[in-house]
């Protein structure tokens, strides 16, 4: 009986009618009117980017990270990119407080013991240890023919520190795809909870043991950005990118650990005796723009080949009256048989933030709103040199190293370097050195090399 | 160098291009048109030779095989988004990226199989999908120990594309010559087999083609007219052309052969082998010589099922066992 019953179909193990879409295809390549589908990555599979850095501080912080990159294209432009990065971050970082011709010694922040630095040093607080986890996602797909938008969110948690965020951007192709503009906003909460509390503003750093004025034992900031974006496709060979983007912080933007010198008024350079280092005090609200200009331009002359050039320049500034330039430059040389090398140049010049004291004298904190010694508010100039060298094996993998060197250079506040100060550099110059090693792959390649070391085991 | 030829009723143009006897069928008697057309038929195949010639350093085609990021025009981006699009329509059967397996198999008619690991070491290094290849660029770069080949549809699409160079002849043309049907004039373009026709001949008919075999005409295959032109008169069965492409895919003299088992020369790029059971030759009419091309490869690849698939891709066909 059921020989007569009709058989299931065997799956189907040859093409259907494929002529029409042929003809379609065929009918583009000889009639060569336009351009099919966009760029192939592979299929279904995970792009993996790794990476692992380390970045030393001459005496200071050295900070181990890791990156896991994860990206999937899901559909025909829509994809969904996963960064997961880890720090372990040791060392001493600068307290804010002066050098002194004398040893000087500070309460830690728990306010349980002290620390002693060396005479004509700038003062470290060596209690800097971290361990931060990051994870940030996006999604992003087409939303019409022209209109792309993304949505991400993002964590990140230190042990006295919690960022969380979202994010989401629109962009339109116009003219053929040549410009695009582009808008995106974000949201960032932030929770701080510093070791021994969040200190009062302007308030003495007390001798250990002994209790800080306190005004919580956490603090929190918002931090909301707006991005305007504009991309021209020059020709085939250049591309120019423009942005323009807007971000407002409230809350607390103070540095719970960072202290100011307060010396006393006659002029010495001396610190005062009682109570010399005071809690640094930020207003809770800063207002930033900067306006970034990229150029990516691919050479086709016989020197060069068809080498890739990449030029930025953002310019920074605030309502706290810190203004910056960046200029970045790097040049990928691609070398026979998949090596390329690729230089990079930075230089980075920042004008310092107008309640920047690098010292303040005694009373003083009475008479002002804001102060802080934090070198990152002052005025300094950082330069990177730097040699990226990567490999690409066959099917696309890429394995990369890059070292760089870095160094910065601040410029003293003459008002602040007051009597014996004028024989000390008060701003804690730096020099870093930074080494990158990265593996770029397929989920796919990892699955191939699996099955081939259990087809040789087993 | 091309040379001319009158018959009864209509010129015949000879070259060598792309390793192959090439004849431009022209439908007139204006000796001087048959000349130009030839001329430009012989000058748009040697051009596109010169291009994607595997054999030349000096092709573009080489060039993008030697690795890097390459620049490539317009003209490549659209055969590379053919080859993708083929490559995605027919499952992977299609891939440009096959000719590595040429290092391991060598169609002499021997039994000089390749071993399984040599077949299997050369397969990471073929797959369209691992070429990085942005249309938008247009840029493509191959990784290492990659390469690229049109061979599968190059001599197709040099016969469309020189059949549209004639038209533009003719179209350009047709105030200068005093024949004012000149721009009707039909010509049937051959490059060794793969054929285009820019249309219908004056007396309304088409050219008598031939394949180079004796076997029936399978369903769905027209059956012409009396010869007015063939192209191997000694051979049917023939049939007529009036408009678009003819390609053959197979080559009865290339196999291998072994316990029994005959290997055909043309191989899955999806598992590296040749196909078994497939016929011997597959010849194919469409709306183009690219078209039929594309359809013949296929056929061959579907093994002994070659029939089946072209049955449904409902074409004029003829299969030799």
Same mark, same amino acid.
């Not at chain 1, 809350?251 to 010399?276: E, H, M």
């Not at chain 2, 399984?116 to 942005?134: C, E, S, T, Y």
């Not at chain 2, 191959?142 to 038209?167: P, T």
């Given at each position: 009986?059921?020989?007569?019953?009709?058989?299931?179909?065997?799956?189907?193990?040859?093409?259907?009618?494929?002529?029409?879409?042929?003809?379609?295809?065929?009918?583009?390549?000889?009639?060569?009117?336009?351009?099919?589908?966009?760029?192939?990555?592979? /299929?279904?599979?995970?792009?993996?980017?790794?990476?692992?850095?380390?970045?030393?501080?001459?005496?200071?912080?050295?900070?181990?990270?890791?990156?896991?990159?994860?990206?999937?294209?899901?559909?025909?432009?829509?994809?969904?990119?996963?960064?997961?990065?880890?720090?372990?971050?040791?060392?001493?970082?600068?307290?804010?407080?002066?050098?002194?011709?004398?040893?000087?010694?500070?309460?830690?922040?728990?306010?349980?013991?002290?620390?002693?630095?060396?005479?004509?040093?700038?003062?470290?607080?060596?209690?800097?240890?971290?361990?931060?986890?990051?994870?940030?996602?996006?999604?992003?797909?087409?939303?019409?023919?022209?209109?792309?938008?993304?949505? /991400? /969110?993002?964590?990140?948690?230190?042990?006295?520190?919690?960022?969380?965020?979202?994010?989401?951007?629109?962009?339109?192709?116009?003219?053929?795809?040549?410009? +695009?503009?582009?808008?995106?906003?974000?949201?960032?909460?932030?929770?701080?909870?510093?070791?021994?509390?969040?200190?009062?503003?302007?308030?003495?750093?007390?001798?250990?043991?002994?209790?800080?004025?306190?005004?919580?034992?956490?603090?929190?900031?918002?931090?909301? *950005?707006?991005?305007?974006?504009?991309?021209?496709?020059?020709?085939?060979?250049?591309?120019?990118?423009?942005?323009?983007?807007? /971000?407002?912080?409230?809350?607390?933007?103070?540095?719970?650990?960072?202290?100011?010198?307060?010396?006393?008024?006659?002029?010495?350079?001396?610190?005062?005796?009682?109570?010399?280092?005071?809690?640094?005090?930020?207003?809770?609200?800063?207002?930033?723009?900067?306006?970034?200009?990229?150029?990516?331009?691919?050479?086709?002359?016989?020197? &060069?080949?068809?080498?890739?050039?990449?030029?930025?320049?953002?310019?920074?500034?605030?309502?706290?009256?810190?203004?910056?330039?960046?200029?970045?430059?790097?040049?990928?040389?691609?070398?026979?048989?998949?090596?390329?090398?690729?230089?990079?140049?930075?230089?980075?010049?920042?004008?310092?933030?107008?309640?920047?004291?690098?010292?303040?004298?005694?009373?003083? *904190?009475?008479?002002?709103?804001?102060?802080?010694?934090?070198?990152?508010?002052?005025?300094?100039?950082?330069?990177?040199?730097?040699?990226?060298?990567?490999?690409?094996?066959?099917?696309? $993998? *890429?394995?990369?190293?890059?070292? *760089?060197?870095?160094?910065?250079?601040?410029?003293?506040?003459?008002?602040?370097?007051?009597?014996?100060?004028?024989?000390?550099?008060?701003?804690?110059?730096?020099?870093?050195?930074?080494?990158?090693?990265?593996?770029?792959?397929?989920?796919?390649?990892?699955?191939?090399?699996?099955?081939?070391?259990?087809?040789?085991?087993? | 160098?091309?040379?001319?030829?009158?018959?009864?009723?209509?010129?015949?143009?000879?070259?060598? $291009?792309?390793?192959?006897?090439?004849?431009?069928?022209?439908?007139?008697?204006?000796?001087?048109?048959?000349?130009?057309? +030839?001329?430009?038929?012989?000058?748009?195949?040697?051009?596109?030779?010169?291009?994607?010639?595997?054999?030349?350093?000096?092709?573009?085609?080489?060039?993008?095989?030697?690795?890097?990021?390459?620049?490539?025009?317009?003209?490549?981006?659209? &055969?590379?988004?053919?080859?993708?699009?083929?490559?995605?329509?027919?499952?992977?059967?299609?891939?440009?990226?096959?000719?590595?397996?040429?290092?391991? %198999?060598?169609?002499?008619?021997?039994?000089?199989?390749?071993?399984?690991?040599?077949?299997?070491?050369?397969?990471?290094?073929?797959?369209?999908?691992?070429?990085? %290849?942005?249309?938008?660029?247009?840029?493509?770069?191959?990784?290492?120990?990659?390469?690229?080949?049109?061979?599968?549809?190059?001599?197709?699409?040099?016969?469309?594309?020189?059949?549209?160079?004639?038209?533009?002849?003719?179209?350009?043309?047709?105030?200068?010559?005093?024949?004012?049907?000149?721009?009707?004039?039909?010509?049937?373009?051959?490059?060794?087999?793969?054929?285009?026709?820019?249309?219908?001949?004056?007396?309304?008919?088409?050219?008598?083609?031939?394949?180079?075999?004796?076997?029936?005409?399978?369903?769905? $295959?027209?059956?012409?007219?009396?010869?007015?032109?063939? &192209?191997?008169?000694?051979?049917?069965?023939?049939?007529?052309?009036?408009?678009?492409?003819?390609?053959?895919?197979?080559? $009865?003299?290339?196999?291998?052969?072994?316990?029994?088992?005959?290997?055909?020369?043309?191989?899955?790029?999806?598992?590296?082998?040749?196909?078994?059971?497939?016929?011997?030759?597959?010849?194919?009419?469409?709306?183009?010589?690219?078209?039929?091309?594309?359809?013949?490869?296929?056929?061959?690849?579907?093994?002994?099922?070659?029939?089946?698939?072209?049955?449904?891709?409902?074409?004029?066909?003829?299969?030799?066992?």
């Amino acid at each position: 009986m059921s020989s007569l019953k009709p058989s299931q179909p065997p799956p189907p193990k040859i093409l259907g009618n494929i002529r029409r879409q042929l003809t379609a295809a065929t009918c583009t390549l000889l009639t060569c009117t336009s351009h099919a589908s966009g760029l192939i990555a592979s /299929g279904d599979n995970w792009k993996i980017d790794s990476a692992l850095l380390l970045y030393a501080e001459r005496d200071r912080v050295l900070l181990a990270e890791g990156v896991l990159h994860l990206s999937k294209e899901i559909d025909d432009d829509e994809y969904i990119n996963t960064r997961i990065v880890t720090d372990v971050l040791t060392g001493s970082s600068p307290n804010g407080a002066v050098p002194s011709n004398t040893p000087q010694t500070f309460t830690n922040p728990s306010g349980n013991s002290t620390y002693t630095e060396p005479a004509n040093k700038t003062p470290l607080n060596h209690t800097f240890k971290d361990f931060r986890n990051a994870v940030n996602v996006e999604w992003g797909a087409p939303l019409t023919r022209d209109l792309r938008g993304t949505l /991400g /969110g993002n964590i990140s948690r230190e042990y006295d520190y919690l960022s969380t965020g979202i994010s989401a951007s629109l962009s339109q192709d116009l003219n053929q795809h040549n410009t +695009t503009l582009s808008l995106g906003g974000s949201w960032n909460e932030d929770i701080s909870n510093p070791v021994g509390g969040v200190p009062v503003g302007f308030t003495v750093m007390p001798s250990a043991p002994a209790i800080k004025a306190l005004s919580g034992s956490d603090a929190n900031k918002t931090i909301k *950005e707006l991005l305007l974006g504009f991309t021209q496709v020059i020709n085939r060979r250049s591309l120019l990118q423009l942005n323009y983007s807007r /971000g407002q912080g409230d809350g607390y933007l103070t540095d719970p650990y960072k202290i100011i010198s307060v010396l006393s008024n006659d002029g010495s350079g001396n610190l005062r005796t009682i109570n010399p280092y005071i809690y640094e005090n930020r207003p809770r609200q800063r207002i930033y723009n900067s306006v970034y200009l990229k150029s990516v331009y691919q050479f086709n002359t016989p020197l &060069l080949h068809e080498n890739v050039l990449n030029m930025s320049y953002r310019y920074f500034w605030d309502d706290w009256g810190v203004q910056s330039d960046t200029v970045d430059m790097r040049l990928r040389f691609d070398l026979e048989g998949g090596h390329y090398l690729q230089p990079h140049f930075r230089y980075y010049q920042q004008g310092a933030a107008d309640f920047y004291r690098q010292t303040l004298i005694d009373g003083e *904190e009475i008479t002002l709103d804001y102060a802080s010694a934090d070198y990152r508010l002052g005025r300094f100039t950082t330069k990177t040199i730097g040699l990226k060298y990567g490999y690409e094996f066959f099917n696309g $993998a *890429e394995i990369n190293f890059r070292v *760089e060197f870095i160094n910065q250079n601040g410029k003293d506040r003459r008002q602040d370097a007051v009597g014996l100060l004028r024989n000390q550099k008060l701003f804690p110059d730096n020099e870093a050195l930074l080494l990158q090693g990265g593996l770029s792959l397929d989920s796919d390649m990892i699955i191939e090399y699996v099955a081939r070391i259990y087809h040789k085991l087993f | 160098m091309t040379t001319l030829e009158q018959r009864t009723h209509y010129f015949v143009g000879h070259f060598n $291009a792309m390793a192959s006897h090439c004849e431009v069928l022209i439908d007139t008697y204006n000796k001087n048109l048959a000349q130009q057309i +030839t001329d430009v038929v012989a000058h748009e195949v040697t051009r596109i030779e010169h291009k994607y010639s595997r054999y030349r350093d000096s092709s573009l085609l080489q060039r993008i095989n030697r690795g890097g990021t390459v620049q490539v025009d317009s003209e490549t981006a659209q &055969l590379l988004d053919y080859a993708n699009q083929l490559f995605q329509l027919s499952e992977g059967r299609f891939d440009i990226t096959s000719g590595v397996l040429r290092r391991a %198999w060598h169609f002499d008619g021997s039994s000089n199989i390749p071993s399984k690991n040599d077949v299997k070491a050369l397969l990471p290094f073929i797959g369209w999908d691992k070429v990085m %290849w942005n249309t938008h660029a247009p840029q493509i770069k191959l990784a290492k120990g990659m390469e690229i080949d049109f061979g599968g549809i190059g001599k197709e699409y040099a016969a469309d594309r020189a059949a549209y160079s004639v038209l533009a002849l003719l179209t350009s043309q047709s105030s200068i010559v005093t024949d004012n049907t000149a721009q009707n004039t039909s010509v049937l373009i051959n490059l060794g087999g793969d054929l285009s026709v820019t249309g219908p001949r004056t007396n309304g008919e088409g050219w008598q083609v031939g394949i180079g075999a004796t076997l029936p005409p399978q369903k769905g $295959a027209q059956t012409g007219p009396p010869p007015v032109g063939t &192209l191997h008169p000694s051979s049917p069965p023939s049939f007529t052309v009036t408009h678009g492409g003819i390609a053959t895919s197979g080559d $009865a003299h290339r196999f291998l052969e072994k316990d029994g088992v005959r290997y055909s020369h043309v191989i899955d790029p999806r598992t590296g082998w040749p196909v078994v059971g497939a016929p011997a030759s597959v010849t194919v009419h469409a709306d183009t010589c690219t078209d039929a091309g594309m359809l013949s490869t296929l056929a061959l690849l579907h093994g002994p099922d070659a029939e089946d698939f072209l049955q449904a891709q409902d074409v004029p066909f003829w299969c030799l066992k």
